[in-house]
């Protein structure tokens, strides 16, 4: 089993550039997340999909779209990157129950913005 | 907002030693309190988590103390290794729907031999 698979690992952008970073999971899970990480700041809810057609805004969610195109995969795009979206994106599922706290994160894409 | 405050920040450890991280919290509609590890290029990954309703919970060298009065747990790792090594994060997770899990800043614990 995979789990959860984020694509790219590694990215460069030119301030104003978009892209779209990928995450699929093979769990059969029903919701989907993306968290930033940055130092000092821990993991930050940037979007969420409850369910498969859903989609809501998490803590941070400025600059930033995301797509639940079926049950498997989320996407989150930025559409004019700044400097400030330099971060490490993390994907995450979970099923939804037992409700324990428990995500499945992917490895993460690791984002610069020049 | 941070619902969910960490400390400290970094912690090094001798090998063999005890490593305590604090956490504390204000959302009372936490109905689950996980603890991560994350090793350095991975995910977090769950490591442990309690219930509010239960005081303490232990998995092997891993304990969790909790105490719903002063809304405050902590993680204990007895009998520290290098392999501990790695950045941890508490968290306060709510159900309903989909699973609102919110973290702690991180702590980077170091233990060295």
């Known amino acids: 089993n995979a789990g959860v698979t984020q694509t790219p690992k590694f990215q460069v952008l030119k301030t104003g550039q978009s892209m779209t970073l990928q995450c699929a999971q093979d769990?059969?899970?029903?919701?989907m997340y993306w968290y930033r990480q940055d130092p000092g700041m821990g993991l930050r809810l940037i979007y969420y999909s409850a369910s498969e057609g859903t989609t809501d805004k998490g803590e941070v969610p400025n600059g930033y779209n995301v797509s639940r195109l079926n049950k498997r995969e989320f996407s989150l795009r930025l559409e004019s990157a700044a400097p400030s979206q330099t971060s490490v994106y993390f994907c995450?599922?979970?099923?939804?129950?037992?409700?324990?706290?428990?995500?499945?994160f992917g490895e993460g894409s690791r984002l610069t913005v020049l | 907002q941070q619902q969910v405050k960490q400390s400290p920040q970094s912690l090094i450890v001798q090998k063999g030693g005890i490593s305590i991280i604090n956490c504390a919290y204000e959302?009372?509609?936490?109905?689950?309190f996980p603890w991560y590890q994350q090793f350095p290029g991975k995910g977090p990954a769950l490591l442990i988590a309690i219930r509010p309703d239960v005081s303490e919970k232990k998995e092997g060298r891993f304990t969790i103390s909790f105490n719903k009065s002063a809304k405050q747990f902590s993680l204990h790792i007895m009998d520290s290794q290098p392999g501990d090594s790695a950045t941890y994060f508490c968290a306060g997770a709510s159900s309903g729907g989909y699973q609102k899990v919110t973290f702690g800043t991180g702590t980077k614990l170091q233990v060295i031999p």
């Open positions: 995450a599922s979970n099923r939804l129950a037992p409700n324990t706290g428990e995500l499945f």
């Open positions: 959302n009372t509609a936490f109905d689950y």
């Open positions: 769990m059969n899970h029903n919701s």
